[in-house]
C-alpha cells in the first residue's frame, strides 16, 4: 500500500484571507476586554510580521501573561464565538475547495499554523479539518493557562518541528506532503515538503517562488 500523503495549511492569510489577530482584538474590544490601544499594538506587531521582523517569541510572551488564569473552555467557547461573528466569512472559497479535493483524495488534511489550537480549531471545524498543529499555551492540572506557552512556537523552525512530530504520529514523511502558505517565515517548512504552493504570498515569499518555480495561487 502507499503511504499516506498529507495536505498541510497555513491559516492566516491562507485558509483566512485575513490576519486574525486583529479581528480578534477587534472582537475583544466589542466585549469590553480590549482597548484602543491594545488595537494599535496588535495593528503594529501585524506590520512587523508583514516585513519579517516580528519577535515571535516576545509577542507570544506578552499575549500569554494576558489570558494567565483563564481556564482553557473558556477561551475554547470565547474563540468559537469570534470565529462566527468575524473570521468565518473571510474564509478563502479557493480554500474550501482545495481542502475538499484533498479530502476526495484521501489525503490528510491538516491546519499547521502559529497560532493556538483555540483559534484554528473552529476554522478547522468549519472546513472539515480533524487535525491542527499550532502553538500550545501552558495549562496547569486544573486546564488553566499558566501565562507561558509550550516550546516551541509553531512558527519557521519550530512549525518544522511540530509537524516532525504530527507525522510521526500519524505515520506520514513531510517529504511526501503538499504545504500551502503565505509567508516567508515558514521557508523551513516550505523546503521540507515534496511540493509548494504559495497562497497570496508576503513579497518576500513572493520573490522566492519566482526564483524556485513554486505554484502560487491567489485566494
Not at 491594545?38 to 501585524?46: G, H, P, Q, S
Not at 512587523?48 to 515571535?56: E, M, S
Not at 483524495?105 to 491546519?111: K, P
Not at 513531510?174 to 504552493?197: C, G, M, N, W
Request: with cysteine; charged share 30%.
Amino acid at each position: 500500500m502507499a503511504p499516506r500523503r498529507a495536505a498541510l495549511f497555513d491559516m492566516d492569510r491562507t485558509l483566512v484571507r485575513k490576519e486574525t489577530a486583529s479581528m480578534y482584538v477587534r472582537y475583544q474590544r466589542e466585549r469590553g476586554g480590549a482597548t484602543w490601544q491594545d488595537t494599535a499594538k496588535v495593528l503594529y506587531w501585524v506590520a512587523q510580521y508583514t516585513f519579517g521582523v516580528l519577535d515571535h517569541e516576545e509577542v507570544a510572551k506578552k499575549a500569554c501573561l494576558v489570558l494567565a488564569g483563564t481556564h482553557e473552555t473558556v477561551m475554547s467557547a470565547r474563540c468559537d464565538d469570534w470565529v462566527s461573528k468575524h473570521v468565518e466569512e473571510h474564509i478563502a472559497d479557493h480554500g474550501r475547495r482545495a481542502v475538499a479535493a484533498h479530502h476526495a483524495q484521501g489525503d490528510l488534511v491538516a491546519i499547521v499554523t502559529g497560532a493556538s489550537p483555540y483559534a484554528a480549531r473552529p476554522v478547522a471545524r468549519r472546513l472539515g479539518i480533524e487535525h491542527v498543529v499550532a502553538s500550545e499555551l501552558e495549562r496547569d492540572e486544573k486546564g488553566f493557562f499558566t501565562g507561558r506557552f509550550e516550546e516551541p512556537l509553531c512558527v519557521s523552525e519550530g512549525k518544522v518541528v511540530r509537524a516532525e512530530r504530527f507525522a510521526k504520529e500519524h505515520d506520514f514523511k513531510l517529504e511526501d506532503a503538499i504545504f500551502y502558505t503565505d509567508s516567508l517565515t515558514d521557508l523551513p517548512l516550505l523546503e521540507r515538503v515534496k511540493e509548494q504552493v504559495v497562497v497570496n504570498p508576503d513579497p518576500r515569499l513572493a520573490r522566492v517562488a519566482k526564483q524556485r518555480g513554486w505554484r502560487v495561487e491567489r485566494w
